[in-house]
Every structure is written in structure tokens, then in C-alpha cells.
């Protein structure tokens, strides 16, 4: 079962895959920004929007957010604004 969400991010989710809603959320999300259809800077819905339109649990929604943060494809900021790593800036 594919889903896809109508939140303006463009995640194909493949349910049909090993490893549950987690793991599916987690390869879109990383899909999606390898892809560059999010693009650095791109900000994320919240884990209870985008729980509610994919009908999971909104601690499935934060553990993938969680997981992408440590492996670097997202940042989170204070009050619960997630969006896509930006590329590192160099100094001069």
C-alpha cells in the first residue's frame, strides 16, 4: 500500500516494506531530500499534522523526525520546528 501525503511535502510512503511506519517514513523522508524535493532550509509539518494525515501515531511521526536529526538530514528548533539540514557553510 502506497501513501502519499497532501501537507505541500512530497513523500511516497511504501508500506509494503519491511520495518513498519517508522521505516517507511524514515526511506521517504531521506528519499525526498537525496532527491532534492526537499530542499535544504524546507520545513517539515508537525509530528501531529503529518500523523494525522497518515493515519500513525504521532510517536511514530517523532521517532523518524528524531532519527533523520541524528543522521543529519534534519535540524530541529525550538518550539517544534523541523525542517531539512541546510548545506554546512564554510567560514572564509
Avoid: C, F, N
Wanted: charged share 25%; glycine share 12%.
Amino acid at each position: 500500500v502506497e501513501y502519499w501525503t497532501t501537507s505541500g511535502v512530497d513523500l511516497h510512503l511504501d508500506l509494503t516494506e519491511p520495518g513498519g511506519r517508522r521505516a517507511a517514513l524514515e526511506r521517504a523522508l531521506r528519499d525526498a531530500i537525496r532527491s532534492g524535493r526537499l530542499a535544504p532550509g524546507a520545513r517539515l509539518p508537525s509530528t501531529r499534522a503529518l500523523a494525522l494525515e497518515l493515519g500513525t501515531a504521532r510517536g511514530t511521526v517523532s521517532a523518524a523526525y528524531d532519527q533523520l536529526i541524528a543522521e543529519g538530514y534534519l535540524v530541529g528548533r525550538p518550539g517544534g520546528d523541523m525542517s531539512v539540514k541546510s548545506a554546512t557553510v564554510v567560514p572564509d
